[in-house]
């Protein structure tokens, strides 16, 4: 005799007590449309923050680097780079490289932007900004940088900086970002992701072209050069004039 299968209760599983849970499906419609009011106040909020800030270098990494750690201070030296190129450096606006990165910039008397996340921990703000904007979601945060950027360094990083690198990657790949430079710092750090790398190529799941945008290094001078040269050879920047109607203060 077959006996009835019956479907799971997801409810069940879920502590009645606990409030913050995501596995009920979609919510009510008035839910939904708050959400993405919020998601368009957000956008809205980062447009207008960011549309004057000029051309940006956006630096990932991570925010557990203390200032004596080699890779807290090559990324100052990246600050101070950008900087020098009459560049403006972005990045995720918390501790470690994203810290070091800003105060390069800060300190050698260039533009510093920190395009920060709200979170339970390691989150703070870094006082090495002009321009400090605390974003919700990583998603909304992660347009925001790509948008404004002309070229990314990948520092060494956790799950935070992968996901920011493998989603510039993809939009360089599938043509969404064209000849942005991506600069990959750290080669003994990087050295199993480009060993992993060389088994997609065998495995034909990217193609040998997909590294060529791609610079792995150690040299700060070797990382500015090559943006400097793929910001002079390929883009162009328009000036922004600033609309009195729209509250854009001179």
Known sequence: METE???????????????????EGPKTRIHELKFAFEIFVQFIKGFRTLHFVGPCITVFGSARFKEDHPFYIKAKEIGKGI?????????GGGPGIMEAANRGAFEAGGKSIGC???????????????????????????VLMVKYSY?????????????????TLTLA???VINDFPIVVMGNAYYKPFMEWMEQMIQQGTISEEDKKFMLFTDSADEAIEHIAK???NNYKVKPRKRLWWLFEKV
């Not at 709200?118 to 321009?131: G, M, S, Y």
């Not at 919700?136 to 945060?141: D, G, K, M, S, T």
């Open 5 to 23: 299968t019956k479907k799971p209760n997801f409810r069940r599983i879920i502590p009645a007590s606990n409030k913050n849970y995501n596995l």
């Open 230 to 232: 793929y910001v002079s």
């Open 151 to 167: 070229a990314f360094i990948i520092m060494p990083g956790g799950f935070g900086t992968m996901d920011e690198f493998f989603e």
């Open 83 to 91: 900087a020098e190129l009459g560049l403006t450096t972005m990045t």
């Open 116 to 142: 920060n996340i709200k979170l339970p921990f390691e989150q703070q703000p870094n006082p090495f900004t002009h321009i400090s904007l605390t974003i919700n979601y990583f998603f909304i945060r992660k």
């Open 173 to 175: 790949q599938t043509k």
